[in-house]
């Protein structure tokens, strides 16, 4: 795992936003719920050719947003550009971004200890980017019961993650109200970049 503090500058990170904000109007923040019903504590949505979904019949890519069963918008150019040179950083040169999951987190939202393993290619990298309120991210190992850490993300920070830690378990254990302005209500957006197939 590469940790890439503040990488992003603010004119980096509020071009990202509004991005985030263009998108959100054709494909609405949703909540997600588990196999059983029960919601999960965040909002999501996606950009890219395939957006990855969970309801009652499990968690998967979807080429449709499940509310309004429309395909999702395309990567923006910078967030795509942007992934395809961190993916080069730690060596992968054909990298494609297929999808970007956009995960929102209020004060009282968490996500607990998983594993991403809804791809079918589980060898590309995943790039994670950080904006608005801190994140309290927590990673362990490739067992649910090894030993966890806890990582604060900052507003401009990106994780790779490739190689083993790419099967890691992790989650977000919460966030810190009001560490940044960038969200004007406040909250923390995550971007993660995936080539799925
Ligand atoms: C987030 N999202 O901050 C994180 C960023 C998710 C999710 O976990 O599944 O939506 S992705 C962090 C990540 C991905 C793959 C492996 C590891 C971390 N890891 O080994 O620590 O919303
Ligand atoms: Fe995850």
């Not at 509020?14 to 719920?33: A, D, V």
Request: proline residues 5%.
């Amino acid at each position: 795992m590469l940790h890439l503090q503040q990488y992003l500058s603010e004119s980096q990170q509020q071009e990202i936003l509004q991005h985030c904000r263009e998108i959100g109007k054709k494909s609405p923040l949703f909540s997600p719920t588990m196999k059983n019903g029960s919601p999960f504590n965040y909002q999501m949505t996606n950009c890219g050719k395939v957006g990855w979904i969970s309801d009652q019949n499990g968690y998967r890519y979807d080429e449709k947003h499940p509310v309004t069963n429309k395909p999702w918008q395309p990567i923006p150019g910078v967030i795509r550009n942007l992934a395809k040179s961190l993916a080069a950083e730690v060596g992968d040169y054909n990298y494609k971004p297929e999808t970007c999951l956009i995960n929102y987190y209020t004060q009282s939202s968490k996500l607990g200890l998983h594993q991403d393993n809804t791809e079918v290619n589980q060898k590309s990298p995943i790039i994670s980017i950080s904006l608005g309120d801190d994140g309290i991210f927590l990673i362990g190992g490739k067992r649910r019961k090894d030993p966890t850490k806890e990582i604060i993300l900052k507003s401009g920070d990106i994780l790779i993650l490739h190689g083993e830690s790419r099967m890691f378990y992790h989650g977000i254990k919460g966030i810190i109200h009001g560490t940044s302005n960038l969200l004007k209500s406040g909250g923390r957006l995550n971007l993660t970049i995936r080539q799925v197939y």
